[in-house]
């Protein structure tokens, strides 16, 4: 196996844990710092192994968590409203701009839009 693909697996399994060290965070605002650095690491993961798509989700991830992260933000309907339109773009452009196909993006896409309405 290529050493480069070895390091990129290893980046992503270090993002699952800061990803599954987050739900141990007692404040919001260490829970979305945790968030971010997970999906900023998945982010650099997916990139490594050229998954355009996956990159491009985890960028919002990491938009999403740092937007939530100000809580006088947050609490903002118009805040939910940007982020929806916001990964609605995404999705677009990762429609447009990769040979990804439609339905592995529309679960990616619907776990997003899910973790957004929870957050």
């Not at 697996?9 to 919001?28: D, H, K």
């Not at 992260?69 to 805040?79: E, G, Q």
């Amino acid at each position: 196996m290529n050493t480069y693909i070895i390091i990129a697996q290893a980046v992503g399994i270090i993002a699952m844990c800061m990803i599954i060290l987050s739900q141990q965070c007692r404040s919001n605002r260490n829970y979305f710092i945790c968030q971010e650095i997970g999906g900023g690491l998945f982010m650099l993961s997916y990139a490594m192994l050229g998954a355009w798509g996956g990159t491009l989700m985890n960028v919002y991830g990491a938009i999403r968590c740092e937007i939530l992260r100000h809580s006088k933000i947050a609490k903002s309907k118009w805040t939910l409203i940007f982020l929806l339109l916001l990964l609605t773009v995404i999705c677009a452009a990762v429609l447009l701009l990769t040979a990804e196909k439609w339905y592995y993006l529309f679960f990616a896409a619907f776990a997003q839009y899910c973790g957004t309405f929870s957050m």
